[in-house]
């Protein structure tokens, strides 16, 4: 919930028949690197029609008494909550209690618009609510308990950035009034609803709404890296509810997306609904491609922890990632897990620093625009280190690799350089773009 910045040009995901290709072991020296490196703290988890294939868990739930985590350690998973709370919305419109086309001016007719938005102008983030995490006071207020009658306020405050439906924009406010529309349609609070409508009736052990911390529950604390782990504050979970409160591991949630498109929690019909795009967005569901494979799944962020989930109908492949405190990206090590599984290449991080002379450096810097994508990227030089930015993107520096290849590990993006030609090449995702310096 707090705002990260993740720079995503590309986005992913993968699958083919498993047993025949799957590399176990180069999933194990990824993080056998970055336990012994100390770059991430979190676990894995992979399943294939229902089985689990593969799972790994490294790091500490509290570093402070040295704690380690294992396989029922439950971590925040942020935003992969709305999965859940467009889950239950859905269920309560093949309950009849709700419908797409209402309007939000029956439960909240105090905020800006609530006449135009509909219910599903919130699930699929086309309500123009403004996003009140981006706010700068967010990060005064978070700790601290919200009722909903103070939650409203900060979101009616917030009023409104565009007309309704006029195009896409993401929101956590949706997904907290949504939260508050599903306990007025049930008379009952969204933990209750949760589990009676999802936890029970498809087994999950491992998943509950959150609140404080508890070590005793198997529940992490997480962790920002300043030099060294540091602990991160903990979000009042009444502040993000089903926007971003719901606390799992990757198992569960392997077997919640698995049973999500098994039609075991909502209808076949309900589930085309969810994963329709509009603008790139679905019912709480985002579209993930790895090379010609499409999948489904939603990213997280919460405090010091981040989450990915993905699952692709066609294989009935699902993987999910939750970490605690990491420096090298959740999506790097999902496009590991998914070129492991396919038997693609991947180049396994080192971790070394490789100091360039300041004149190849200087040879690199400058404008770079693409044919393939509506996209440029300004390459500039401080002290001896390469930086970059994007349209739009606030600058990020640059590793080298070697001489004419660097990398920005926090969202898996590799340039390479050829400065006979004046070009460079953007890496992600497994694709790669030709820019051409301007």
């Known amino acids: 919930m707090k705002k990260i910045l993740i720079i995503s040009l590309i986005t992913l995901i993968s699958t083919t028949c498993f047993c025949q290709t799957f590399n176990k072991q180069r999933l194990d020296s990824l993080f056998q690197v970055l336990e012994k490196k100390d770059k991430f703290m ?15 868990t490294i790091g500490y739930c509290n570093i402070e008494t040295s704690k380690k985590a294992n396989y029922k350690t439950k ?23 709700l419908s797409l086309n209402q309007t939000l001016d029956k439960y909240f007719p105090q905020i800006e618009n609530s006449k135009k938005i509909t219910i599903e102008n919130l699930l699929n983030h086309r309500s123009g609510i403004n996003n009140f995490t981006n706010d700068p006071i967010y990060l005064t207020y978070n700790t601290e308990f919200k009722s909903q009658k103070e939650m409203i306020e900060i979101i009616t405050k917030g009023k409104s950035d565009f007309e309704p439906n006029s195009k896409a924009e993401y929101s956590n ?6 939260s508050y529309i599903l306990e007025k349609i049930y008379k009952k609070d969204y933990n209750s609803i949760l589990i009676k409508k999802i936890i029970k009736p498809i087994g999950l052990k491992n998943t509950n709404f959150g609140d404080k911390t508890n070590l ?3 529940e992490s604390y997480s962790y920002n890296f300043e030099k060294k782990w540091i602990k991160e504050t903990e979000t009042d979970m009444s502040i993000p509810m089903g926007a971003g409160a719901i606390v ?6 392997t ?4 049973q999500l498109f098994a039609g075991k929690i909502i209808s076949e019909k309900s589930l085309t609904l969810m994963r329709t795009m509009n603008e790139k967005f679905g019912l709480g569901v985002f579209e993930f491609t790895y090379l010609d494979k499409k999948g489904y799944g939603h990213t997280g962020g919460i405090d010091g922890f981040q989450s990915v989930v993905n699952y692709f109908p066609e294989e009935k492949l699902a993987i999910a990632i939750v970490s605690n405190g990491t420096i090298y990206p959740n999506r790097s090590i999902l496009l590991c897990a998914e070129s492991s599984y396919f038997n693609k290449q991947f180049e396994m991080p080192t971790f070394e ?3 360039i002379n300041s004149e190849i450096l200087n040879s690199y810097v400058g404008q770079y625009a693409s044919q393939q994508i509506p996209l440029k990227i300004v390459i500039t030089k401080k002290e001896n280190k390469l930086f970059a930015q994007a349209t739009g993107q606030s600058a990020f520096p640059l590793e080298a690799s070697n001489s004419n290849s660097f990398k920005f590990e926090q969202a898996g993006i590799v340039l390479e350089f050829n400065s006979l030609k004046n070009e460079m090449i953007l890496k992600q995702g497994g694709k790669e773009f030709i820019f051409t310096k301007e």
């Open 75 to 97: 971590y925040r998973i942020g935003s992969i909550s709305k999965m859940f709370t467009a889950s239950l919305i859905l269920k309560a419109i093949e309950e009849n209690k």
């Open 248 to 253: 799992s591991n990757p198992t569960d949630l």
């Open 216 to 218: 005793l529950n198997d």
């Open 353 to 355: 620093n490789v100091e």
């Open 42 to 56: 979190g676990s894995i988890a992979i399943s294939k029609n229902g089985e689990l294939l593969y799972s790994n």
């Open 255 to 258: 077997i919640f997306i698995e």
């Open 173 to 178: 406010s949706n997904y907290v009034l949504l």
